[in-house]
């Protein structure tokens, strides 16, 4: 039996499931997406804007459906002529989605951000034709790309998870992260009121929005695939399983021991959410206790 006092991932058979990149193991899934928004980036400074034009999502999908594509390869796309735009995207990407994929495995973070980018473009094309306006005064009509919807739901699960960690804003000025989140919504909020410049500001509100929701309810596009099609099911059928909710803390921690066991033998990606949802619980019990 384990000491209540000692916190779920400071067990020896846990420490496997840190985040980052380790060599000579797979690459975890923020540093895959990375570069693949890499590779999809030189490909469009080498073929030019023909595939910019035919991959980015425009705001008259309601009458193209067949362009429905477009929902998820703008979130794969970069300003070709604005160098930044990719930097600070997978700049975002990299110092939040480490630990936000640890929190909820390899498979859960995919789901989650290809959800986030589908859904938050869509919330782009709804407000662009409710209030139309046409792309920076030029009569033509306005084309989303960038992850950057998708990032801002990432970066307010980091600071829903791991609210009092600190965030150097500009690589100098510390603050929590929870105060970041916050100051980031209230720049795009007064950006989508002014609805000025060639930002997608509401794209980030929705993306920000959706990722609260993602955090109360863990809910996910994915959930709507048949169960043959689901990333959940390509995982290997672990023999652990929990049933039981702990009634004391010696129940919790032979669950969370178990639990732990099947990290070690079938990974993070085996975890059911109510194995998750055990594991947090635990985890801010463990750390109450010691403060």
């Known amino acids: ?111 989650m951000y290809l959800s986030l980018i589908v859904l938050s473009g869509l919330a782009w094309v709804v407000v662009e034709n409710i209030a139309p306006r046409d792309s920076v005064g030029s009569g033509l009509l306005p084309y989303l790309l960038g992850a950057s919807g998708a990032i801002t739901g990432v970066l307010l699960l980091f600071a829903l998870n791991f609210p009092r960690r600190t965030v150097l804003v500009w690589f100098v000025l510390p603050i929590p992260a929870w105060v970041f989140a916050v100051l980031l919504i209230l720049v795009n909020l007064n950006g989508a009121m002014q609805r000025e410049g060639n930002v997608a500001y509401v794209c980030h509100l929705a993306g920000a929005a959706l990722g609260l929701v993602y955090y109360r309810t863990g809910w996910s596009l994915v959930r709507w695939l048949p169960s043959g099609l ?33 990290i070690q033998q079938h990974g993070q990606d085996s975890l059911s959410s109510r194995e998750r949802r055990i594991l947090q619980e635990a985890s801010r019990h463990y750390q109450s206790r010691n403060r």
Not at 9 to 26: F, K, M, N, T, V
Not at 51 to 80: C, E, I, K, V
Not at 244 to 256: F, G, R, S
């Open 1 to 111: 039996m384990v000491r209540g006092i000692m916190g779920i991932y400071d067990r020896d058979y846990y420490q496997e499931s840190q985040p980052g990149i380790h060599l000579g193991g797979d690459r975890n899934m923020v540093a895959n997406l990375i570069l693949i928004n890499v590779g999809v980036y030189v490909v469009e400074l080498l073929m030019g804007d023909w595939l910019t034009r035919l991959l980015a999502l425009r705001s008259d999908l309601a009458s193209h459906p067949w362009n429905g594509y477009q929902l998820l390869t703008y979130g794969f796309l970069h300003d070709p002529k604005n160098l930044w735009h990719i930097v600070f995207n997978m700049l975002g990407l990299w110092f939040f989605g480490r630990d936000v994929e640890w929190r909820y495995g390899r498979k859960e973070f995919l789901a």
């Open 230 to 262: 689901s990333l959940k099911s390509v995982r290997r059928r672990a023999r652990l399983r929990i049933h039981a909710p702990p009634e004391n803390e010696t129940d919790m921690n032979q669950q969370v021991d178990e639990i732990l066991r099947k």
